[in-house]
Structures are given as C-alpha cells and as structure tokens.
C-alpha cells in the first residue's frame, strides 16, 4: 500500500514538473543578478521587432508581455575572454507599452541606440551591472534614467532631447558625465560616487541647459566634489543646487 501511494506522488510530482514549464531552468541568485529593465514603446503594426544588444555570459529575459521568460547561455561561458552572446531578437505580437527586465550574469556591453533596437525605449534601469564598460544609447527617446552599479566610468548623454531626469548612485569608477542637446533635462541626483571629481562636476554644470522660467534642480550627496565645485556655473544658468 505505502509502494503504491509513493508511486502516485511520484508521478504527481513529474507531471507538475512537466507542466510548470513557465519557470526558467537559470537561477541567478540575487547577489549575482546584474538588472537591466527598460520601458520600451512599440507603436508600429509594421515594426514590432526589438533588438537590443547586451553581452553577458548568462541571461533570463522577461519580454513582459506575458509570454514564456527566454534565457540565454553562452556555450563558452567558463572560458575566460569567451565570445559574449549575439544580439537578442524578439518579436512582440502587438504594438504597446512593454517592460523588458534582463537578469543577467556578467554584463559586459549594452546598447540600446535606436538604430541598434529599433525601438523607442522610455526608461532605463541599470542596477548592480558592475561589470559593464560600454553603454549606448544613441537616438533614444529615453525620459528618465536610473543607474545604481558600478563599473561605468564615462557616462555620455548626448543627443538625449527628451530626457527630463537622470539619477546616477553607488558608481564607484564614474569620473564623466556628458551633456548636450538635452533641453528639456531638469533634475539630476548624483550621490556616492566617489570618483565624481570636483572638476567632473564643474564640467557637467557647464553643458546643462539654460533654465528659462520653470525650477530646475541638482541633487549631491557624498560625491567626491561635492564640497569643493563650483555650483555658481549651475546657478548662473538658473539652476539649484542642493548638498546633502
């Protein structure tokens, strides 16, 4: 009798297995999982391919559009030096609002430039991606930005004209960060960045837009500068500029 209920649960078991095929065969730890989230708009029926290109040695992908989560192993991961993974290809079934999170092992490059996704993207999130060294986002229609890992030493954007907001925390290796064309910015919060010079920021402050008659506002915290730069070259320009 005990043989035969054991067997029942037995086959219970594999056939949950079985079924719960939804769940990823990749489990990264929290320690480990370097994140990259982004809001990405898909407004065309005759362009609903997204193509994003991140280097990492191990990938879990939700498209989140509800479909099964994708993952991604490099073959040639245990090699050191091994060739990363090709650019990602997907295709959403409908156009709409999507938020695609990558949690990822290793993330080496990321490119989001529009020519490179073919997809306007909103938002970005980057957390923990310590090993990231080359970050594009060129053509973007990126609004808002959140970066809190480590790794980045430049930061550059360029050409971002509808980006309104940028938040850049825990960076230990960031010493640049580079504006033009960004008229519409208007807060920006640095903190913990203790690589974040003085003369880094004074930079900064010299390519920020000029503030016309709305409030615009800086944020620092325990950045390396902090105490010493110039804060006059921001406020010339009409901005405030808070220490904490």
């Not at 005759?46 to 191990?58: E, K, M, R, W």
Request: proline content about 4%; aromatic content about 6%.
């Amino acid at each position: 009798m005990h043989k035969i209920i054991y067997l029942f649960l037995l086959v219970a078991l594999v056939t949950s297995c079985e079924q719960n095929n939804d769940s990823p065969f990749l489990y990264i730890l929290d320690h480990d999982a370097q994140i990259v989230e982004t809001d990405v708009e898909v407004a065309l029926s005759g362009n609903l391919v997204f193509t994003p290109i991140v280097h990492a040695s191990q990938m879990i992908v939700n498209w989140g559009d509800g479909s099964k989560i994708t993952e991604f192993v490099n073959r040639d991961s245990a090699v050191v030096d091994a060739p990363p993974l090709k650019p990602l290809r997907y295709t959403f079934a409908s156009t709409g609002n999507y938020t695609v999170n990558f949690r990822a092992i290793k993330i080496t490059r990321l490119d989001i430039s529009i020519d490179s996704v073919g997809q306007p993207i909103n938002q970005l999130r980057l957390t923990n991606c310590r090993h990231l060294k080359e970050f594009s986002s060129v053509g973007q229609v990126l609004k808002s930005v959140n970066i809190t890992t480590s790794g980045l030493k430049n930061v550059n954007f360029s050409n971002l004209p509808a980006m309104e907001n940028f938040t850049i925390s825990q960076c230990d290796s960031l010493s640049r960060i580079t504006l033009d064309n960004n008229a519409i910015l208007n807060t920006i919060s640095l903190s913990n960045n203790p690589l974040l010079s003085a003369t880094a920021l004074n930079a900064m402050f010299q390519q920020l837009p000029l503030a016309k008659s709305d409030t615009r506002t800086i944020m620092l915290s325990n950045n390396a500068g902090d105490a010493t730069c110039d804060k006059a070259i921001a406020t010339q320009k009409g901005w405030t500029v808070n220490i904490e």
